[in-house]
């Protein structure tokens, strides 16, 4: 056989060779890419090229379908749950004003039994601070299903204060109203309220615990963490929001060492919803924070409140006011 033939047989051997091979590469990128999370894919077409330019490629074949395996993960897969707590506290970071809704309801088994529905809907304004709110809650005795007592509204509160400006509280159930003539104060902010979670996790103070995976919330594509947050004191624009007292349990329970389960928009990296849960021995408390609307540019007026001309002005002392 002269040498020519001879090269000509290798050659044929392995160009034969590396057709298995690249079908065998072929196959298997298919199938990896047909599970990968960013769904099906189409095939790249087998561009046929010079056997040289094949069979060098072939050489490299297994280097490079590992790192197109690792380019398609990193772009492709979800990013951690720390990631995407950060992506959040850096949108928030972002945030000059957001409305929201609460719901809240308690329950408790002691005695005869009790439930307390509140619902919360409020807005919030970053500079200058500004916070309004309408607050209603019901009250139902006795833990009967079948037979509940009929709910008595027991609060129907609206209120409105903005910083280096008066605010005014409204009793609709009393048609009463009265006037706090400081201004709005880190203590103005309820200690349950949606602002001081988000301060919260503006300022890192928590630390995710569980991927909660992806669901649909309204409209948006929602990925979901169960995040804990520290007993870190939060700060907010206007000073500390919760005192001292409040970590022990007591009526001024605030959200230190609590666990939410939150829900991010995929995005803005922005929650759309998050709910958390208080047990005691004879209670439950269920707090729920949805209908949330980031960025919301808030008109002239919209933190003014005027009581309707039919209600009395209560007198407040600065004594009463400040208790």
């Not at 050659?11 to 590469?25: E, I, P, Q, Y």
């Not at 709005?184 to 949606?194: D, F």
Request: charged share 20%; aromatic share 8%.
């Amino acid at each position: 056989m002269s040498a020519s033939d001879a090269h000509e047989q290798l050659v044929t051997v392995l160009a034969s060779a590396h057709s298995v091979t690249n079908a065998r590469h072929a196959r298997a990128r298919d199938e990896l890419l047909a599970n990968l999370t960013c769904g099906p894919s189409t095939p790249t077409p087998n561009v046929h090229r010079p056997f040289t330019t094949r069979f060098i490629a072939g050489g490299l074949g297994l280097s490079a379908l590992a790192a197109s395996v690792a380019l398609a993960f990193w772009l492709f897969s979800p990013i951690s749950g720390a990631a995407a707590m950060e992506r959040m506290a850096q949108a928030l970071e972002q945030v000059t004003g957001y409305t929201y809704r609460m719901d809240k309801v308690y329950a408790s088994r002691k005695g005869e039994g009790r439930t307390v529905r509140q619902t919360t809907q409020g807005s919030w304004r970053t500079s200058p601070a500004a916070l309004r709110a309408t607050m209603h809650i019901d009250e139902i005795v006795g833990t009967s299903t079948e037979n509940p007592s009929p709910a008595k509204t027991i609060v129907e509160l609206e209120e409105a204060h903005q910083a280096n400006h008066p605010g005014i509280l409204i009793d609709h159930l009393k048609k009463e109203f009265w006037y706090v003539q400081e201004g709005l104060t880190a203590a103005s902010i309820p200690p349950s309220s949606p602002q001081v979670a988000v301060h919260m996790v503006q300022q890192r103070h928590g630390k995710v615990l569980k991927d909660l995976g992806t669901k649909t919330s309204g409209d948006r594509s929602a990925r979901g963490l169960e995040i804990t947050l520290d007993d870190a004191q939060p700060v907010s624009e206007l000073g500390s929001t919760v005192s001292e007292s409040a970590a022990d349990g007591s009526p001024d329970f605030d959200w230190r060492n609590v666990t939410f389960e939150m829900w991010i928009d995929t995005q803005s990296n922005l929650p759309l919803e998050f709910r958390t849960v208080r047990r005691g021995e004879d209670f439950e408390t269920t707090f729920e924070f949805h209908d949330l609307n980031w960025n919301v540019d808030f008109a002239a007026d919209a933190f003014d409140l005027t009581p309707p001309a039919d209600y009395t002005e209560r007198k407040i002392s600065r004594e009463t006011d400040s208790q």
